[in-house]
């Protein structure tokens, strides 16, 4: 599919969009504020400029051009990550921020209850809209539409690395088509990319035909590229000559945004990396959302609680909870508690049911194990059975959010710079739990938990903490 094409249809279609509800937005806000009565009858205390309505008819063009002028419909923004999100609510707070200006300025009285209605119903609106149009993008990515075509130009092991990253997340938009290796063998890239090698000469003219051959309409550049410094800013003209993209991919995986800080030197763009820590005032912060959170959780489910704990009694018999001995912080052991959704004898069962495991790497799983019980196939269908851990929150061995608790067993396999995890709390839920839980293999269950530890942040925690609740009602992973 031609880039040029979908850029231009999904633009005008974000553009119908986002017309539609600051229109809805505006007329709702006058409506509920004035009612049905006739627009002229409602002019603006302390001026004779005019009405409502001429303010209900600006209005709606004026965010819409703003959001234009903002860059919310830029192509490289849409379809993933927050930027796009965030320049809709500026372009809509900067509107208004304005319009409340404009209006002490000129001594216009507009009523409180149309810009307190209109202001935050569009922002939610146009978010809303911009999610759902986001999920539609999504879909036609995955079927591999709707994405830019990316020429990889670098060394054999960095290309293969950017390959196979792109197309894990095949929704952020990226399509790798083929590669180029300047001053490299191309047997050197077999093993780890099963695509077209289309040159190996380190020069713009062989970068420039191998575009041109698979119809790119960007390049990404990553490390181990042999090309001169000279040649490459003769490249990112020569691509900005034919409108195509030029994309500088560093040696740097598993960085989170916010973390990146580029700063112009001598001519240079110097790519600063932060360390986020979690200590002092932050430490202090997420102990209390902790605290408070997982208290109020345990006052809302106790009477589930208790259900539950009836359920379970009456099913089999035994304890209604399960304590075992998991890694915290640092290495601290201590003993997470659970709703028993197993028979009493699991633990002695364990080791002949380890050789047929579902499993991978340290992680022991079974999609049907023979020691889960009636009700804990319910309680585990919905993870109602770790809503004991809440209390492991409330004495601060766990946390909400964070790494896997792992076992004992597993820590003493870890490798060096596996346990990283260990540097944080172990959290009830955490990136492991939304992003696939039980199918995840072990490589992708480290890399979640280590990007979580080098990544930390309390917006970060929020957003696992909503998708948590989508990966719950959802059946993929849960066993």
Excluded at 116 to 131: D, E, V
Excluded at 149 to 175: E, F
Aim: glycine share 10%.
């Amino acid at each position: 599919m031609n880039s040029t094409n979908w850029r231009t249809r999904y633009s005008r279609r974000i553009g119908a969009v986002d017309a539609a509800i600051v229109i809805w937005a505006v007329i709702g806000a006058h409506l509920l504020r004035f009612g049905l009565t006739p627009a002229w009858t409602n002019p603006i205390a302390g001026t004779p400029i005019g009405s409502y309505l001429t303010v209900s008819v600006l209005l709606p063009c004026m965010w819409w051009l703003m959001l234009s002028a903002w860059g919310t419909r830029e192509a490289r923004i849409l379809g993933s990550g927050p930027e796009e999100y965030k320049r809709v609510f500026a372009a809509s707070l900067w509107l208004f921020g304005v319009l409340a200006i404009i209006s002490y300025a000129l001594q216009l009285d507009l009523a409180r209850g149309y810009v307190g209605i209109a202001f935050p119903t569009g922002t939610l609106g146009l978010i809303a809209g911009r999610w759902v149009l986001r999920q539609h993008l999504s879909l036609e990515r995955g079927r591999g539409g709707s994405a830019s075509r990316i020429l990889v130009v670098g060394g054999p092991a960095a290309v293969g690395h950017l390959v196979q990253a792109l197309r894990r997340q095949p929704q952020a938009g990226y399509l790798p088509v083929a590669v180029h290796l300047p001053g490299h063998e191309e047997q050197s890239v077999h093993d780890a990319v099963d695509l077209p090698i289309l040159g190996t000469a380190p020069s713009v003219a062989s970068i420039q035909q191998a575009v041109v051959a698979c119809g790119a309409d960007a390049v990404a550049v990553t490390t181990g590229v042999r090309l001169s410094p000279l040649t490459m800013r003769q490249l990112g003209w020569a691509l900005s000559a034919a409108s195509i993209g030029l994309i500088l991919a560093p040696a740097l995986t598993d960085i989170a945004g916010p973390r990146i800080h580029t700063r112009p030197v001598a001519g240079l763009p110097l790519i600063h990396v932060t360390t986020p820590r979690l200590e002092g005032g932050k430490r202090v912060a997420k102990r209390l959302f902790d605290v408070s959170l997982s208290g109020l959780l345990l006052l809302v489910f106790s009477p589930l609680m208790l259900v539950v704990a009836a359920f379970i009694k009456a099913d089999s018999t035994g304890p209604v909870f399960f304590k075992q001995q998991r890694v915290g912080i640092l290495g601290k052991t201590f003993y997470m508690v659970k709703f028993r959704s197993m028979g009493v004898d699991a633990e002695d069962r364990l080791a002949e049911l380890q050789a047929g495991h579902d499993g991978s790497g340290l992680l022991f799983k079974l999609k049907t194990d023979p020691r889960v019980t009636r009700v804990g196939a319910i309680l585990r269908r919905f993870s109602v059975d770790e809503l004991p851990q809440l209390i492991n929150v409330l004495r601060g061995e766990m946390s909400l959010v964070g790494p896997r608790p792992p076992l004992p067993t597993e820590v003493a396999e870890y490798e060096d710079h596996v346990r990283r995890r260990l540097l944080v709390k172990p959290g009830l839920t955490g990136l492991w739990q939304v992003s696939g839980r039980s199918n995840l293999s072990w490589q992708d269950s480290v890399r979640l938990d280590l990007y979580y530890v080098e990544n930390w942040s309390m917006a970060g925690d929020m957003v696992i903490l909503f998708r948590t609740a989508r990966a719950v009602f959802g059946r993929d992973g849960a066993y």
